[in-house]
């Protein structure tokens, strides 16, 4: 959840990065957007259309000035903006249309040699996601374009694009004009997925100059047939009797359908069109009653009858639609029948497929990825169409590949986790370090190259990835077992493990042949058990994080889903301290066998056993995933007496059998407070081990801190404080009040789960089996670790102020961009006691003093130096303070003393 709303922020600030474009103020009255490409200043040309400089719709290109002789014979200076054919991706024009669902789009593309090399330029041209139109600058210059085209966003991307040796692409003028709604649809065509590229506008009957704005209203050019045999023409009725256009939505000029060709001697009269392409094409034909009689007569296209008898009233006018598919040319014939048969205008267009856009998440996702490289890409529109991103590869609208080698993103983003179709993800020598995270969701992923990086821990569970074919994770420093789970995908037939720092047994599900592992270059990997006892060696402690997958992806209500979600409570020290004193007791006392041990464990502090049947009927027979991880999966549970609780089922990875476990939860039970989650209980029957928790419902720090904003603006400064004290007591605890001292290796936002009042408990979890992990999460691991390989209480120390940090900035630390040292940022501010970097929801409503106490404590508890680090206790008597001098300024700030049951004095 918290990543949805990373999401946000980031898709807000693209957009004001990326998208913002000028409002349309600059257009006039009627919409229109006459862009002068090239130009510096702004113009009202003949027909009164306001012209201005095309610059603040474009970022790219190189401006030129040519000599320009118009048909008229009038020669002028215009101007012109070109792109050069090496610049690589789409240069494009983002065409403001907030007002319109329907816009005609005129481009005007000029060379006359502008640059003296005598080399017209070839391009193509693209609006929206669709290829419009190829531009051949040697077959014609001046060449015009237009196109009419649905919207449904506020801009139009127009861009052109060079093609091998087409020369550089060139453009003068861009013309945007809306149109009414409902204009050009018919039952033969409508603008769902298709547009309109023109090809003939002709003004049937009229041998003038073109026709347009101000007599068309909404600028369409109508040209004058003049083309035709003149003895055919007949224009002498244009001032005979009025007519009525208004239920006409294209609203042609009046002066346009009051000229017409009219069949003379002849019995037929005919249009022929050459297409030059095969497609498909949607004419349109008006007919005004111009005359004083109603003539009738057959309309027939490339020879098929479109509509016998078609008679047009006098003084009446309609409209004719029909689309020809797969044509290169088109004959529009009339037959007599009675009278003079008679066309008054005709529009000839070429429909265009528009390509689906990619889905909205798809591209949030790959717009947050590209914030982490601290490159630009370029990448803007559609990723998938007219032309991929960069680094992208499609099928159709789908984002099937993504390749991001040899650069610097440091963490794999949670997006990648919302590219639901991948299929190819290169990430090889892009510096990613830590564990591998954030891509249990790519079912469909055939390839995962993330080799030569800097990745310590292989992370979650594989099992998701279902489709893997090919794993390669050579030249890493990956650490720790190899996943089980590896062995489950059925379509993996490479792992590749070489060059890392892997030592131990590997899983026997690995083993077959349809599998091929690569193990070289590692300290001791094999399946026979040769490498075992090497990884009882301490100093290879393997970070171990555990990624629990959201249950509802797109949901708002993960509520405490993490609850023993979390791994990780009890630490290597303990555990080994108490394994050794167990197996030296059992030694002594000639082992005592599981039945004697589980009657022994009876009593202990509360923890009930439960049958396998009573669980099943707890959770309606595991019905309800709450999370899960690499040890296995969580569930919602109700007991008899309808408490709550998180049922964890683990599979036995290290198959060190029922006693390992028991003991396990003798050590569990023992750690009791009320800031640690409890352990109700446990069942270890029909090789299950499951563990019972107590559920929370309040969801943890993270869900409140970063879920919906209406939940952060509830956190006000004293509750965060109060969550602050209650953490720090729990883990002051652990560290000073238990015996022996527990390290929880595994403090973070999203271990601090709260209950219904908002108590805070940090989860206690399962003791892993493998006594050696070291848990811990990229953006809380103390810096030391690195060198040190080793957890100390001062570790939690750095955790809990990561949380603090979180708490006072309100925002995630960079679990997603990986560098250790994240808050360096905030820390100068805070030692200097200044507050810019405070979450701005809690403006106003802290105390100061507060503020920079806990500001203090924080910054000085992610000290590098572990030494230089206070206790745990030393952080809870600070916090302690703070939160008085917090509620201490509420009640004055009401002048009295009203302080809410959450808000209540600690002691
Ligand atoms: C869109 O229409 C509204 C209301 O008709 C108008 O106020 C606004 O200026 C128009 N915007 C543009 C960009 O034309
Ligand atoms: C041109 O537009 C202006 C207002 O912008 C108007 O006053 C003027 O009458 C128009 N001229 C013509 C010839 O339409
Ligand atoms: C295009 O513009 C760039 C920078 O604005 C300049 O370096 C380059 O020389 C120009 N190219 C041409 C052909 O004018
Ligand atoms: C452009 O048109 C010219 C002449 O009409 C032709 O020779 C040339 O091949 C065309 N170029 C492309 C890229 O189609
Ligand atoms: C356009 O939409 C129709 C149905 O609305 C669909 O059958 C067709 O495949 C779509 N075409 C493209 C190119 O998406
Ligand atoms: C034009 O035709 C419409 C219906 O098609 C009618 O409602 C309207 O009154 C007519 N206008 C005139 C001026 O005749
Ligand atoms: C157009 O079609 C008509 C009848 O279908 C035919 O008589 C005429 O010759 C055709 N014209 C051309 C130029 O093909
Ligand atoms: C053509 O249509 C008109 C009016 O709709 C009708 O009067 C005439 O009889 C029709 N002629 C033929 C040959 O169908």
Same mark, same amino acid.
């Given at each position: 959840?918290?990543?949805?709303?990373?999401?946000?922020?980031?898709?807000?600030?693209?957009?004001?990065?990326?998208?913002?474009?000028?409002?349309?103020?600059?257009?006039?009255?009627?919409?229109?957007?006459?862009?002068?490409?090239?130009?510096?200043?702004?113009?009202?040309?003949?027909?009164?259309?306001?012209?201005?400089?095309?610059?603040?719709?474009?970022?790219?290109?190189?401006?030129?000035?040519?000599?320009?002789?118009?048909?008229?014979?009038?020669?002028?200076?215009?101007?012109?903006?070109?792109?050069?054919?090496?610049?690589?991706?789409?240069?494009?024009?983002?065409?403001?249309?907030?007002?319109?669902?329907?816009?005609?789009?005129?481009?005007?593309?000029?060379?006359?040699?502008?640059?003296?090399?005598?080399?017209?330029?070839?391009?193509?041209?693209?609006?929206?996601?669709?290829?419009?139109?190829?531009?051949?600058?040697?077959?014609?210059?001046?060449?015009?374009?237009?196109?009419?085209?649905?919207?449904?966003?506020?801009?139009?991307?127009?861009?052109?694009?060079?093609?091998?040796?087409?020369?550089?692409?060139?453009?003068?003028?861009?013309?945007?004009?809306?149109?009414?709604?409902?204009?050009?649809?018919?039952?033969?065509?409508?603008?769902?997925?298709?547009?309109?590229?023109?090809?003939?506008?002709?003004?049937?009957?009229?041998?003038?100059?073109?026709?347009?704005?101000?007599?068309?209203?909404?600028?369409?050019?109508?040209?004058?047939?003049?083309?035709?045999?003149?003895?055919?023409?007949?224009?002498?009725?244009?001032?005979?009797?009025?007519?009525?256009?208004?239920?006409?939505?294209?609203?042609?000029?009046?002066?346009?359908?009051?000229?017409?060709?009219?069949?003379?001697?002849?019995?037929?009269?005919?249009?022929?069109?050459?297409?030059?392409?095969?497609?498909?094409?949607?004419?349109?034909?008006?007919?005004?009653?111009?005359?004083?009689?109603?003539?009738?007569?057959?309309?027939?296209?490339?020879?098929?009858?479109?509509?016998?008898?078609?008679?047009?009233?006098?003084?009446?006018?309609?409209?004719?639609?029909?689309?020809?598919?797969?044509?290169?040319?088109?004959?529009?014939?009339?037959?007599?029948?009675?009278?003079?048969?008679?066309?008054?205008?005709?529009?000839?267009?070429?429909?265009?497929?528009?390509?689906?856009? +990619?889905?909205?998440?798809?591209?949030?996702?790959?717009?947050?990825?590209?914030?982490?490289?601290?490159?630009?890409?370029?990448?803007?529109?559609?990723? +998938?169409?007219?032309?991929?991103?960069?680094?992208?590869?499609?099928?159709?609208?789908?984002?099937?590949?993504?390749?991001?080698?040899?650069?610097?993103?440091?963490?794999?983003?949670?997006?990648?986790?919302?590219?639901?179709?991948?299929?190819?993800?290169?990430?090889?020598?892009?510096?990613?370090?830590?564990?591998?995270?954030?891509?249990?969701?790519?079912?469909?992923?055939?390839?995962?190259?993330?080799?030569?990086?800097?990745?310590?821990?292989?992370?979650?569970?594989?099992?998701?990835?279902?489709?893997?074919?090919?794993?390669?994770?050579?030249?890493?420093?990956?650490?720790?077992?190899?996943?089980?789970?590896?062995?489950?995908?059925?379509?993996?037939?490479?792992?590749?493990?070489?060059?890392?720092?892997?030592?131990?047994?590997?899983?026997?599900?690995?083993?077959?042949?349809?599998?091929?592992?690569?193990?070289?270059?590692?300290?001791?990997?094999?399946?026979?058990?040769?490498?075992?006892?090497?990884?009882?060696?301490?100093?290879?402690?393997?970070?171990?994080?555990?990624?629990?997958?959201?249950?509802?992806?797109?949901?708002?209500?993960?509520?405490?889903?993490?609850?023993?979600?979390?791994?990780?409570?009890?630490?290597?020290?303990?555990?080994?301290?108490?394994?050794?004193?167990?197996?030296?007791?059992?030694?002594?006392?000639?082992?005592?066998?599981?039945?004697?041990?589980?009657?022994?464990?009876?009593?202990?502090?509360?923890?009930?056993?439960?049958?396998?049947?009573?669980?099943?009927?707890?959770?309606?027979?595991?019905?309800?995933?709450?999370?899960?991880?690499?040890?296995?999966?969580?569930?919602?549970?109700?007991?008899?007496?309808?408490?709550?609780?998180?049922?964890?089922?683990?599979?036995?990875?290290?198959?060190?059998?029922?006693?390992?476990?028991?003991?396990?939860?003798?050590?569990?039970?023992?750690?009791?407070?009320?800031?640690?989650?409890?352990?109700?209980?446990?069942?270890?029957?029909?090789?299950?081990?499951?563990?019972?928790?107590?559920?929370?419902?309040?969801?943890?720090?993270?869900?409140?801190?970063?879920?919906?904003?209406?939940?952060?603006?509830?956190?006000?400064?004293?509750?965060?404080?109060?969550?602050?004290?209650?953490?720090?007591?729990?883990?002051?605890?652990?560290?000073?009040?238990?015996?022996?001292?527990?390290?929880?290796?595994?403090?973070? +936002?999203?271990?601090?789960?709260?209950?219904?009042?908002?108590?805070?408990?940090?989860?206690?979890?399962?003791?892993?089996?493998?006594?050696?992990?070291?848990?811990?999460?990229?953006?809380?691991?103390?810096?030391?670790?690195?060198?040190?390989?080793?957890?100390?209480?001062?570790?939690?120390?750095?955790?809990?102020?990561?949380?603090?940090?979180?708490?006072?900035?309100?925002?995630?630390?960079?679990?997603?961009?990986?560098?250790?040292?994240?808050?360096?940022?905030?820390?100068?501010?805070?030692?200097?006691?200044?507050?810019?970097?405070?979450?701005?929801?809690?403006?106003?409503?802290?105390?100061?003093?507060?503020?920079?106490?806990?500001?203090?404590?924080?910054?000085?508890?992610?000290?590098?130096?572990?030494?230089?680090?206070?206790?745990?206790?030393?952080?809870?008597?600070?916090?302690?303070?703070?939160?008085?001098?917090?509620?201490?300024?509420?009640?004055?700030?009401?002048?009295?003393?009203?302080?809410?049951?959450?808000?209540?004095?600690?002691?």
């Amino acid at each position: 959840m918290e990543f949805r709303c990373f999401l946000c922020f980031w898709v807000c600030f693209c957009f004001l990065l990326g998208f913002g474009v000028p409002r349309l103020s600059v257009a006039d009255r009627q919409g229109f957007l006459s862009l002068s490409c090239g130009g510096s200043s702004s113009f009202v040309d003949a027909s009164n259309i306001s012209w201005i400089p095309d610059s603040t719709y474009v970022s790219s290109g190189n401006v030129t000035m040519v000599n320009f002789i118009e048909e008229g014979g009038s020669s002028s200076q215009i101007p012109l903006r070109f792109f050069l054919e090496s610049q690589e991706g789409r240069q494009c024009y983002r065409l403001p249309v907030q007002n319109a669902s329907l816009v005609l789009v005129r481009p005007r593309f000029i060379y006359k040699n502008y640059d003296g090399l005598n080399k017209p330029p070839s391009f193509w041209v693209s609006l929206g996601t669709a290829s419009a139109a190829n531009i051949n600058l040697t077959s014609s210059d001046p060449w015009v374009e237009e196109f009419i085209w649905p919207v449904n966003k506020d801009t139009l991307p127009f861009c052109l694009h060079s093609i091998l040796d087409g020369g550089n692409p060139v453009i003068s003028q861009l013309e945007v004009r809306p149109l009414p709604g409902g204009a050009y649809t018919s039952s033969s065509w409508e603008f769902s997925n298709k547009s309109l590229r023109k090809r003939f506008r002709i003004n049937c009957g009229y041998s003038g100059g073109p026709l347009r704005y101000p007599l068309d209203p909404y600028d369409r050019i109508w040209d004058a047939d003049q083309k035709f045999s003149p003895a055919q023409l007949s224009s002498g009725f244009n001032n005979q009797l009025p007519l009525n256009l208004s239920n006409i939505q294209e609203s042609p000029p009046a002066a346009v359908l009051q000229s017409a060709r009219v069949l003379a001697r002849k019995n037929i009269l005919s249009y022929n069109f050459q297409l030059d392409k095969t497609g498909d094409y949607y004419a349109v034909l008006y007919f005004g009653g111009i005359l004083p009689v109603s003539p009738s007569f057959d309309i027939l296209a490339n020879g098929d009858v479109v509509r016998s008898n078609y008679t047009v009233k006098s003084s009446e006018v309609s409209v004719l639609f029909f689309i020809r598919k797969g044509i290169t040319s088109l004959n529009i014939t009339l037959r007599n029948v009675s009278f003079y048969p008679l066309m008054n205008a005709i529009e000839i267009y070429e429909s265009v497929d528009i390509p689906l856009e +990619c889905s909205t998440t798809t591209v949030s996702a790959l717009q947050v990825i590209q914030q982490y490289t601290d490159l630009d890409f370029g990448w803007q529109d559609d990723p +998938c169409s007219p032309t991929w991103w960069k680094h992208v590869g499609c099928e159709g609208s789908i984002v099937t590949s993504l390749v991001l080698s040899d650069m610097n993103l440091r963490a794999i983003s949670p997006t990648f986790g919302d590219l639901l179709d991948l299929k190819t993800l290169d990430l090889h020598n892009t510096s990613l370090a830590g564990e591998i995270q954030n891509l249990a969701s790519l079912q469909e992923l055939e390839t995962l190259n993330l080799s030569f990086n800097k990745l310590t821990s292989f992370g979650s569970d594989f099992s998701t990835l279902v489709s893997l074919q090919i794993l390669d994770l050579q030249n890493n420093s990956l650490e720790g077992p190899v996943p089980d789970s590896l062995g489950s995908l059925k379509n993996l037939h490479l792992l590749n493990l070489e060059n890392n720092k892997l030592r131990g047994t590997l899983p026997q599900s690995l083993n077959k042949e349809s599998l091929e592992v690569r193990t070289s270059g590692n300290l001791c990997l094999s399946f026979s058990s040769r490498c075992t006892d090497l990884s009882e060696n301490p100093s290879l402690q393997t970070p171990e994080v555990t990624v629990f997958t959201p249950k509802h992806r797109h949901g708002h209500s993960r509520k405490a889903v993490l609850v023993g979600t979390i791994a990780g409570a009890l630490c290597a020290l303990l555990v080994i301290t108490v394994a050794v004193f167990m197996y030296k007791r059992r030694k002594e006392d000639e082992v005592p066998s599981s039945s004697r041990t589980l009657t022994e464990i009876r009593n202990w502090n509360a923890a009930k056993i439960f049958s396998y049947k009573e669980i099943k009927v707890a959770t309606n027979n595991f019905k309800d995933v709450i999370g899960h991880g690499s040890f296995g999966s969580v569930y919602l549970g109700k007991l008899p007496d309808g408490k709550l609780v998180a049922v964890k089922v683990r599979f036995d990875r290290t198959q060190l059998g029922a006693d390992s476990f028991i003991n396990e939860v003798y050590l569990l039970s023992q750690v009791r407070h009320q800031n640690l989650v409890s352990l109700e209980g446990f069942c270890c029957e029909s090789k299950q081990q499951i563990l019972v928790y107590e559920y929370l419902p309040g969801g943890s720090l993270a869900d409140n801190l970063y879920g919906s904003n209406s939940k952060r603006v509830t956190l006000n400064w004293a509750r965060r404080l109060k969550i602050a004290v209650d953490a720090a007591k729990g883990l002051d605890y652990l560290h000073n009040g238990s015996n022996p001292r527990i390290i929880h290796r595994d403090v973070k +936002c999203s271990n601090i789960l709260l209950d219904m009042e908002m108590n805070a408990k940090v989860p206690h979890t399962d003791v892993s089996h493998v006594t050696t992990v070291v848990k811990g999460t990229a953006g809380y691991l103390d810096p030391e670790y690195f060198s040190t390989q080793q957890l100390t209480e001062k570790s939690d120390v750095y955790s809990f102020g990561v949380v603090l940090l979180e708490l006072i900035c309100g925002r995630e630390p960079l679990s997603h961009s990986g560098s250790p040292d994240s808050y360096n940022l905030a820390k100068p501010y805070l030692q200097a006691g200044t507050f810019e970097v405070v979450d701005k929801s809690l403006k106003g409503s802290f105390d100061v003093e507060s503020m920079r106490k806990v500001g203090s404590i924080a910054a000085s508890s992610v000290e590098r130096d572990a030494s230089q680090r206070p206790t745990m206790g030393e952080v809870l008597a600070e916090l302690k303070e703070a939160y008085s001098i917090q509620l201490a300024y509420l009640a004055s700030q009401a002048g009295h003393m009203r302080i809410s049951s959450a808000e209540s004095p600690v002691h």
